[in-house]
T-cell receptor
Framework: EAQVTQNPRYLITVTGKKLTVTCSQN?????MSWYRQDPGLGLRQIYY???????DKGDVPEGYKVSRKEKRNFPLILESPSPNQTSLYFC????????????FGSGTRLTVV | AQTVTQSQPEMSVQEAETVTLSCTYD???????LFWYKQPPSRQMILVIR??????QNATENRFSVNFQKAAKSFSLKISDSQLGDTAMYFC???????????FGTGTRLTIIP
């Protein structure tokens, strides 16, 4: 089944404790992206990647890191999480550029206390 | 910068009725794409419909159709014969080739009443 797999689905952590949210797609998509969803703000892009070893900042990159060492994987790293990073996170991928629309992962609900 | 505006935070409609969700957008590009995504309580993001800006014909997918008014920069979603399973948050989104991303609106929470 073609899909984007995110893990974990839920995560509660403490301020300052480094964490990684994994994302993997099995569709050979070149384009991958991370979004966060907050009430009243919709979805905002954090980082994106056009291909292996090519990443760039989105609209809200502060406090996040990403890497794209393999085509299928695009992990999101929070080096020192803070409470304002409590949010619902989505990984997404697309064939070619995003004009085809995204395939989304099932989301990660992150709470930082 | 591109923007997407959804001015209806919440809507509700009786089952089997027709409902229209509004979306306006702004972009300086001539070549762009518009989308409606559905997010049910499961929180999965599901692509409902896609419209290419250079096509004048409005896109349709079964009970879902759009009214694309390019000059007015308006992109509304019509759901006909609404069903309980249509209860969800709906997001309008824009992609243009000047920005490597989908830009989303703030969403409309739609409730279908039995």
């Amino acid at each position: 089944e073609a899909q984007v797999t995110q893990n974990p689905r839920y995560l509660i952590t403490v301020t300052g404790k480094k964490l990684t949210v994994t994302c993997s797609q099995n569709m050979n998509h070149e384009y991958m992206s991370w979004y966060r969803q907050d009430p009243g703000l919709g979805l905002r892009q954090i980082y994106y990647s056009m291909n292996v070893e090519v990443t760039d900042k989105g609209d809200v990159p502060e406090g996040y890191k990403v890497s794209r060492k393999e085509k299928r994987n695009f992990p999101l790293i929070l080096e020192s999480p803070s409470p304002n990073q409590t949010s619902l996170y989505f990984c997404a991928s697309s064939f070619g550029r995003a004009n085809y629309g995204y395939t989304f992962g099932s989301g990660t609900r992150l709470t930082v206390v | 910068a591109q923007t997407v505006t959804q001015s209806q935070p919440e809507m509700s409609v009786q089952e089997a009725e027709t409902v229209t969700l509004s979306c306006t957008y702004d972009t300086s590009e001539n070549n762009y794409y518009l989308f409606w995504y559905k997010q049910p309580p499961s929180r999965q993001m599901i692509l409902v419909i896609r419209q290419e800006a250079y096509k004048q014909q409005n896109a349709t997918e079964n009970r879902f159709s759009v009214n694309f008014q390019k000059a007015a920069k308006s992109f509304s979603l019509k759901i006909s014969d609404s069903q309980l399973g249509d209860t969800a948050m709906y997001f309008c989104a824009l992609f243009d080739f000047g920005n490597e991303k989908l830009t989303f609106g703030t969403g409309t929470r739609l409730t279908i009443i039995p």
